[in-house]
Structures are given as structure tokens and as C-alpha cells.
Nanobody, 127 residues
């Protein structure tokens, strides 16, 4: 089992940047495929980005491509989401998630693929 704790959220003006972190504890972090999702009030939880346990094959939602970068540091048990050129529509609670399956692919765009979730961190982008 793994515990996840997000940090780095906050209030930023449109066009600004934020770097989210997700620190993992418990079972060996390097065995998990990781994902970032977000949920705005009254909306479903949407995929943002995912990365395999070996840091390969990064997936991005169309809304994140070119603006967001996901990375991981297995030695630090941490995954990151660098967000640039933020827009008001990026406002949401951002969650990191861990998937302990052996398969990584397009199915990692779905929240149902993930076994473990953090509590989320609020990102608010003002216009």
C-alpha cells in the first residue's frame, strides 16, 4: 500500500505557473505507475497526465499538452506536475494517483485504473 500527499497548489493569475508535488510513502514508489487528475466543482474527475513506473510513455490530456509537464524522481518518492501558462479553466482540485498494475497504456487515462489517491490540492487561477 502507498500513501500520497499532494502539495504546491494555490492562487495564481492567468498566465502564471505552479509546480505540484506528490510525495509517496509506504510500498516501493518505483513499482507504481502514476497519474494526475483534476476535478472542478460539479464536474467529473478528469485526466491530466500519467507516467509509467520507468518514467517512460508520458500521457497528457489535450488540455495539458504544451503547458504541463509531468516528471518523477523515484529516489525521492515524488512525482511532479509543472504547470505553465495557466488559465482560469485550469481551476480545480488536483489529485495524484498510483496504479500498481503491471500494464501501462492508454487505460491510464481513466481514474478507474488507479488504486490509491491523495487528498488533493486546490489550484485557483484568476483572470
Amino acid at each position: 500500500q502507498v500513501q500520497l500527499l499532494e502539495s504546491g497548489g494555490g492562487l495564481v493569475q492567468a498566465g502564471g505557473s505552479l509546480r505540484l508535488s506528490c510525495a509517496a510513502s509506504g510500498r516501493t514508489f518505483s513499482t507504481y505507475n502514476m497519474g494526475w487528475f483534476r476535478q472542478a466543482p460539479g464536474k467529473e474527475r478528469d485526466f491530466v497526465a500519467a507516467m509509467s513506473r520507468s518514467s517512460g510513455g508520458t500521457l497528457y490530456a489535450d488540455a495539458a499538452k504544451g503547458r504541463f509537464t509531468m516528471s518523477r524522481a523515484n529516489a525521492l518518492n515524488t512525482v511532479y506536475l509543472e504547470m505553465n501558462s495557466l488559465k482560469p479553466e485550469d481551476t480545480a482540485v488536483y489529485y495524484c494517483a498510483a496504479d500498481d498494475s503491471d500494464y501501462y497504456g492508454q487505460s491510464n487515462r481513466s481514474p478507474t485504473k488507479y488504486n490509491y489517491w491523495g487528498q488533493g490540492t486546490q489550484v485557483t487561477v484568476s483572470s
